[in-house]
């Protein structure tokens, strides 16, 4: 995707039973500072049969605009499913910059749509910031161990960045707050699955915890 006008910040939402995950909520704390701090709109694609129903919450904690992807085919997480609605998304929107979650289906998508969309990744940030002469958006991560921070910025929009959860503390949800819901409907289909989860194992830590 070459370099655009856009006026508008994009989060990959996850939801649970309860509604958005807490890494979510994350997400749009730092959102709502950048979309503040630029001008920007911020936007969260919703996906799975169930984004209906939580919309108004991703409105509540500082969504303006929520996009929900209400097919069933993406109710659980599945990389080939996912990664095809959420880039159909991307393109559509053109965004400058696009917010993914470090979880287990964040880590595993960012990359992916970072290659479809030929541009770069910022990866594993615990903090990012504006450049204010650009507008463009610095990830802060650590390397070596966590020995060193490194200062990180893709110079191709939409620049995605991904980031560890808890790194930002949620807003308080304000459900006085507008915003605008809108259904997208991606072309996608089983036929598109490529890998599938055979069998999950949890494992059993017998460590006794010192903390």
Same mark, same amino acid.
């Given at each position: 995707?070459?370099?655009?006008?856009?006026?508008?910040?994009?989060?990959?939402?996850?939801?649970?039973?309860?509604?958005?995950?807490?890494?979510?909520?994350e997400?749009?704390?730092?959102?709502?500072?950048?979309?503040?701090?630029?001008?920007?709109?911020?936007?969260i @694609?919703?996906?799975g049969?169930?984004?209906?129903?939580?919309?108004?919450?991703?409105?509540a904690?500082?969504?303006?605009?929520?996009?929900?992807?209400?097919?069933? *085919?993406l109710? +659980?997480?599945?990389?080939?499913?996912?990664?095809?609605?959420? #880039?159909?998304?991307?393109?559509k929107?053109?965004?400058?910059?696009?917010?993914?979650?470090?979880?287990?289906?964040?880590?595993?998508? @960012?990359?992916? *749509? @970072?290659?479809?969309?030929?541009?770069? *990744?910022i990866?594993d940030?615990?903090?990012?910031? *504006?450049?204010?002469?650009?507008?463009?958006?610095?990830? #802060?991560?650590?390397?070596?161990?966590?020995?060193?921070? !490194? !200062?990180?910025?893709?110079?191709?929009?939409?620049?995605?960045?991904?980031?560890?959860?808890?790194?930002?503390?949620?807003?308080e949800?304000?459900?006085?707050?507008?915003?605008t819901?809108?259904?997208?409907?991606?072309?996608?289909?089983?036929?598109?699955i490529?890998?599938?989860?055979?069998?999950?194992?949890?494992?059993?830590n017998?460590?006794? +915890?010192l903390?």
């Amino acid at each position: 995707m070459a370099m655009n006008n856009s006026k508008l910040i994009l989060i990959l939402g996850e939801l649970n039973d309860q509604g958005l995950t807490s890494s979510t909520a994350e997400l749009l704390s730092i959102g709502r500072t950048l979309a503040e701090s630029t001008g920007k709109s911020l936007s969260i @694609a919703l996906l799975g049969s169930m984004a209906q129903a939580f919309a108004k919450q991703a409105i509540a904690y500082g969504a303006d605009f929520v996009y929900v992807l209400p097919n069933s *085919l993406l109710d +659980s997480f599945q990389i080939d499913l996912s990664l095809s609605a959420f #880039h159909q998304l991307s393109e559509k929107l053109r965004p400058n910059i696009i917010l993914i979650a470090k979880t287990l289906g964040g880590r595993d998508l @960012a990359p992916r *749509l @970072a290659a479809r969309l030929e541009v770069g *990744l910022i990866q594993d940030c615990i903090r990012i910031e *504006l450049d204010p002469s650009t507008e463009m958006v610095i990830g #802060h991560r650590p390397v070596f161990g966590g020995n060193v921070m !490194a !200062a990180v910025m893709s110079t191709k929009f939409p620049q995605i960045i991904t980031l560890r959860p808890k790194a930002y503390t949620p807003l308080e949800p304000d459900d006085s707050r507008q915003g605008t819901i809108e259904e997208f409907h991606p072309s996608i289909d089983a036929s598109l699955i490529k890998t599938r989860i055979i069998e999950s194992i949890r494992e059993e830590n017998d460590e006794v +915890s010192l903390e």
